[in-house]
């Protein structure tokens, strides 16, 4: 339920604040559950984040429209920029076709979601403080006092991160970077190797001299580490004028002190490689260090404490402060789980980080369990829903080794709870479930442990599903499927019999009824090492 003018209701059971993707989805989807809720957001519409950043106005998540598959579910792990809902037709690709889209179709895509699918934010609505009174919040707007019993962030990281230089205050940030600013025969240095750096140099190679791009470490390559938000490939060609010598560099460095030199800057830098010190004249510095969260509307008392050099909460499992009980985040502001693993930061991971936060939130405003459905323990009803996931699912694909799909053994009924879309670090941390027998299907880029398969994995990894095996809490072992280019595994190559014989050798463990499971392990040549640490 959403109440859309704050002067008629004063308190609610949920306030969200920020109407970015996160904000939007989690409202969708708490509205589904019946929860009261009310979203406030400063700016006239929604979106306002994306109408300045990124800065030269290409995303970074991919829009894969043609996909060779009719499965809407299956093709959201290449589509990275909708939002879920029930339309079909309200899908990012409506407004652009290209694979790297326009930061401006991202906001009309939020703002048609915002208007289709009913959210009706509370616009022109400024938060300037924010207090835990007992057990509610207090939030002090122009437009009045909020209270809720629980509060969910979706601020987004709305601040440039400052590192400690002597002399930054001297520097632009990305922040507040004007593209049209004169750049011709500039020397300009670059402080940062992430997209943003690397994007902000592309756009100025044309018309600067030198253009140096500098940060303590090497550089990192999105197609090396599997994290989309290391250095994209459509951000990475300024890397190629440094190896051809066309007046870019990528160097390893620390920036000591920055100071004027006349109308130029004067740059200390320490070099990684061998602490020597040397001094570089340039006509422009830019600090491309990255965002952070501003804490600056919260009393002291209900400040949530930050990790990561204060860039960011530090949450639980389930997305809540760890000092501050009942306040959430979402959006980019849940990246600090699994951080800089899978796609938190981005769309096509907030989604379900989102999706996951309401069923969660849900179960501690009604007292109802996370939502759950029975599998019998048999091979036929266990196997046919992983294989189904495996197959089609979106959630586990797109955060891999973050959410899992667990399948929770009941001894009672002998037979199988399946939860969709669960934080791997609930499982192992909750009281409700770290001491249960359980299976975890998740999608990974590790390689098994098991010395005898770790072998025929690349080295380099590609995404894959695996088995993760627990009886009373305790890791018994686990099964990787082979790779599989095309990422389908079907059950016509052979290779889902290794599936099949964990599932056997798991069930026996557990005394669970095996019969028919049994039957088909009779049919498949036998695999070893699968639950060797059992």
């Given at each position: ?5 704050a ?5 609610y ?28 957001e ?18 970074l ?5 043609n996909?060779?598959?009719?499965d ?8 990275w920029n ?29 703002r048609?979601?915002?208007s289709r ?26 437009q ?18 400052i590192p ?13 970077l ?13 402080v ?15 018309d ?32 190629e ?18 100071e ?32 952070r ?7 002291p008392?209900?400040t949530p ?9 530090d ?31 981005f ?92 299976i ?42 082979y ?31 095996t019969t ?19």
């Amino acid at each position: 339920m959403h109440t859309e003018n704050a002067s008629h209701s004063r308190h609610y059971r949920v306030v969200i604040v920020g109407a970015g993707p996160g904000g939007l989805q989690l409202a969708y989807f708490l509205g589904r559950a019946g929860i009261e809720y009310i979203l406030v957001e400063r700016a006239p519409s929604a979106g306002s984040f994306f109408e300045r950043f990124p800065i030269h106005r290409t995303l970074l998540s991919i829009n894969k429209v043609n996909t060779g598959f009719t499965d809407a579910t299956k093709n959201l792990r290449w589509d990275w920029n909708s939002l879920l809902s029930d339309d079909p037709a309200l899908r990012f690709s409506e407004h652009d076709g290209s694979f790297f889209p326009a930061a401006d179709s991202l906001v009309r895509h939020l703002r048609e979601f915002c208007s289709r699918a009913g959210i009706n934010p509370l616009f022109n609505c400024n938060v300037s403080d924010i207090a835990k009174v007992r057990d509610q919040f207090q939030l002090t707007t122009q437009q009045g006092m909020l209270r809720c019993d629980f509060l969910v962030m979706a601020t987004g990281t709305s601040l440039p991160y400052i590192p400690a230089i002597d002399g930054a205050e001297l520097a632009e940030t990305y922040f507040d970077l004007d593209p049209t600013q004169e750049s011709v025969n500039k020397d300009i240095l670059i402080v940062g190797k992430g997209n943003a750096a690397l994007e902000t140099a592309w756009a100025l190679l044309p018309d600067a001299a030198y253009i140096h791009v500098i940060s303590p470490k090497v550089l990192k390559m999105a197609w090396r580490s599997h994290f989309p938000g290391d250095v994209r490939q459509v951000n990475s060609p300024f890397v190629e004028t440094f190896f051809l010598k066309q007046q870019g560099a990528v160097l390893n460095g620390t920036i000591c002190k920055i100071e004027r030199s006349g109308q130029r800057f004067q740059v200390t830098i320490r070099w990684s490689e061998n602490a020597a010190v040397v001094t570089h004249i340039y006509d422009r510095v830019i600090l491309c260090t990255g965002f952070r969260f501003d804490t600056s509307v919260f009393e002291p008392h209900s400040t949530p404490k930050l990790m990561d050099n204060g860039k960011l909460p530090d949450l639980t499992p389930s997305w809540e402060s760890v000092n501050i009980p009942g306040l959430f985040f979402c959006g980019a502001l849940m990246q600090a789980n699994g951080y800089k693993k899978s796609a938190a930061p981005f769309v096509h991971g907030i989604r379900y980080n989102c999706l996951t936060l309401s069923r969660l939130l849900s179960s501690r405003v009604t007292g109802c369990d996370y939502p759950w459905t029975t599998v019998e323990s048999t091979a036929g009803a266990l196997f046919a829903r992983i294989d189904e996931r495996v197959r089609v699912a979106s959630s586990i694909w797109n955060m891999y080794d973050s959410l899992c799909d667990a399948f929770i053994y009941s001894p009672e009924s002998e037979t199988f709870r399946h939860l969709e879309d669960v934080p791997i670090e609930i499982l192992s941390l909750s009281p409700q479930y770290k001491s249960t027998c359980r299976i975890e299907l998740r999608f990974t880029y590790t390689r098994p442990e098991d010395p005898t398969e770790r072998i025929k994995f690349t080295p380099s990894g590609l995404l894959h599903p695996a088995l993760v095996f627990f009886c009373a809490g305790r890791f018994v072992g686990e099964c990787h499927m082979y790779e599989d280019v095309y990422a389908e595994w079907k059950a016509a190559d052979g290779l889902r019999g290794k599936f099949t014989e964990a599932l056997a050798d798991y069930l026996e463990k557990l005394g669970a009824p095996t019969t028919d499971l049994l039957e088909v392990r009779a049919s498949i040549a036998p695999v070893s090492g699968d639950l060797s640490a059992a």
